[in-house]
């Protein structure tokens, strides 16, 4: 009899366990973010942008699906190629789930590097007219991040990369920013992210700077 | 006990099954389309609440499935559209949807007014003009007025350097600074030489140039209104340092947590270039002027921006002149110019609904010249202050209403010595005005502004009312039509109101209707318009030339075509705009003896703005060539009025911006550089000589080219900045 209450019980838990179906968020974070290293076109990363968008509107507390989603939508501004246009409306997208980011952790310097990229992608679109007011919004936002935390690799990477956008655009010499971004890949890995599901790119794109130097 | 094992069979079998029917999956599959059949790809597919979900492809099909079940709401989201909601209920049984997703509605993306309007603007994505084109136009040497020039609607009149507007007068073309009007928007100059815009370029990051058919917010205007909207807060210290071929400048602007402050200092004189570079002119003392000017901004609370601004200019010179009643003696005359500008205006929000724009301007201009043939001392005081509050009523409407005041004080002295001719005159006119006006959007595609003003004033004892209608319709996401009617009053000009306040105001309809076109970076746009006006002021000349029995007599019409071509596609690196306008006026005012074509119209006018970047000089270099159709000027000898053709008038400005670091530009223009004869027709004197003969001189500029070189550099704290929005 005991027996039979105890495997009752046991089925009556496991049938409860699989009724609160759904992956926890942590895992379906790190399930999505895997999705990165399979997009090749603007529709992929609309498609890794919209799963972001899904967990973001269930997990209204947290700030990581917003960022990406951002992220996905800057990296599609970056891409566009046909329309000045859409590269605009790509960023007006990405800028509401910033500022909802912003809210939510004001004193997060990767926030505030993903405003920076974003202002960059702004400045971008339009160099000619933006380049002034966006190199120092992107710069002053950059300067913050670093503020908050100098080990930040994303916020070095795009201070490095503003920084020698403005100098190319002006034909001044480009060395010193070669032998940053050397240095900033050298010791990219002695940073550790907080969690396997925070920021963790960036060093790709550094390593672009460095190959592109010979 | 076999019972009651059984019974536990029965419960856990039910369980399991149970169970089973929960994992029990559901496939939901459709396409998801506009409601104009298009399928939409990238939509967000999914089950409110939850992670499942999916995107649509490339042609809107998507499929997922879910081990969700019961009643569930099925979500649609797609940028730009309303949201799609369905309730389902998930049994395992495949769910089909095709669901036609409706535009949204967004006041920022829908459909603005254009008609008659040039909006230089970095906020907004779709304007014919960026703020950079202002100072980076060759010819126009950082004057605003100058670059409008080269705009459609405009003709260029060379002795002038005003603002001609679609066969109006210069004077019925009014500035305002942050939503309030700016008296004597202009520099003093020499006669028949261009006068500049006193203000800055570098100050304003928003500017809008309507040529006609603008808001019921704006008044006191016959035929234009260039509205100017200052910077807001800057974003770090800097310092300014201009060093140039005819003066120096140098600004500092210093920033606290919530506020910054500007203070600049100009200094031009012309004595070495013009020693260097020969003029038509016989200078006795050069053309000098000083400006300090101040500006404050303040961050108020959340949203409220308060701005002042504050300056004081100085200017003189002395030149010999040939005066036609007094030829062949020369005249000496003395120019002496100051003038005071004072502007604060605080915008921000009250809450979600209401937002609150307000602002005070005044103006002092002194003028005490010596023309050789008497002392003239002209003062004026102007005063604005006007309240505008606006409400967004519903997602479609919006209203905006308001209350203006105006004060002006006038007065002019004038002796001559040696036949003892004293005169002194002045008037004080106030104005009080209220206006409403609302927009109407019936869709992102449509929108509707109808508004009214009504002004009265106590010096006239006249009021008016005007209404103003305007309607905008978009064809496509490239292309859209809009409409524009009004009624525009103005008071008579100072130089009448001096001597009588029994007249009224002056008054012209506008029609105009606009098609314009934006292709990536090509913009097309075409405008024709109609004009009439009534109640011009006329006069008689008395036998001393005192202007006499004033009345409102006067008429005129103008119709015409502008057309506007601004491409940045096609040429890598450059770009370029051309402008073509063709204009028929006539008008019948002043002390003209009939309806006649007046002397500021040229039937074509084209221009044409190129300015092409070169990276690896790091140089911008440009060019503007213009071309007129003759002006009419009047040769009393003649028995027809207004019946001598000038030359046409030809130039070709050139260019070269150079960064040469980072933080400083070296800057060269040449006007007129293939040197073309410019001539402006003569000046006739007042009464025949002996022989019953009006002798003339002909009006010319003081020299063929200009030619200008200045170095601009800019200090900041992180040494990156540089003075690229001045020239770049």
Known sequence: ?214 | MSIYIKNTVIVLVALISCSALMAQSTNIKGVIFDIKNNTLPGANIYIEGTYYGTSSDANGKFSFTTNETGKQVLKVDYIGFEPYRKEVELTGKQINIEPHLKESFNQLKAITIIAGSFEASETKKAVALKPLDIVTTAGALGDISGAMQTLPGTSTIGESGRLFVRGGHSGEAQTYIDGTLVHEPYTTSAPNTAVRGRFNPFMFSGTVFSTGGYSAEYGQALSSVLLLRTNGLQQEDQLDISIMSIGTGVAGTKLWESGAVTASFDYMNLTPYMQLIPQNINWNKYPQSYNGAISVRQKTGKRGLLKTYITYDKSSFSMDQENPDYLPEITNINIDNQYVYFNTSWRGTLNDKWSLKTGVSTTGNLDNNELGFGDYRGQLHGANAKIVLANQISEKINIRFGTEYFYKYSSVKYNYEPYSVHYQLNYTSNMIVGFAEADIYASNKFVARVGGRYEYSDYLKKYNFAPRISAAYKIDDKSQFSFAYGIFFQDPANEYLIYTGKLDFERANHFILNYQTIKENRTFRAEVYYKDYNNLVKYQLTDHLVPTDHNNSGSAYAYGLDIFWRDRKTIRNGDYWISYSYIDSKRNFRDYPCEAIPGFVSKHNFSLVYKHWIGELRSQPGFTFKYSTPRCYNNPNKADFNSESMTPYRTLNVNWSFLYRQNVIIYASISNVTGFKQEYGYNYASFANDEGFYESVPVIPDAKRFYFIGCFITLTKMGEANQLNKLE
Not at chain 1, 126 to 141: C, F, H, K, N, V
Request: glycine share 6%; charged share 20%; proline share 4%.
């Open chain 1, 1 to 214: 009899m005991k027996k039979v209450v105890v495997v009752l019980l046991t089925t009556v838990s496991i049938v409860l366990t699989s009724m609160a179906v759904g992956p926890e968020f942590q895992k379906v974070m790190g399930e999505t973010l895997a999705g990165y290293s399979e997009c090749k076109t603007i529709e992929d990363y609309q498609g890794l942008a919209n799963k972001f968008e899904r967990i973001a509107n269930v997990e209204k507390g947290e700030w990581l699906p917003l960022y990406y989603h951002a992220h996905c939508y800057i990296i599609m501004s970056f891409m566009e190629q046909s329309s000045v246009v859409k590269k605009d409306e790509y960023l007006d997208v990405a800028e509401i789930s910033v500022n909802k980011m912003m809210e939510m952790v004001p004193y997060e310097s990767e926030a505030f590097t993903l405003q920076a990229f974003m202002l960059t992608a702004r400045l971008v679109v339009d160099p000619m007219t933006r380049g002034q007011e966006y190199s120092i919004l992107s710069g002053q936002a950059v300067g913050t991040a670093l503020g908050l935390n100098p080990d930040n690799p994303r916020a070095k990477y795009l201070n490095i990369s503003n920084e020698m956008g403005a100098a190319q655009f002006f034909g001044n010499d480009v060395s010193k920013y070669y032998t940053q971004a050397k240095e900033l890949l050298k010791n990219w890995d002695n940073f550790k992210s907080a969690s396997p599901i925070h920021p963790n790119w960036g060093k790709d794109q550094v390593k672009e700077i460095v190959d592109s130097c010979k």
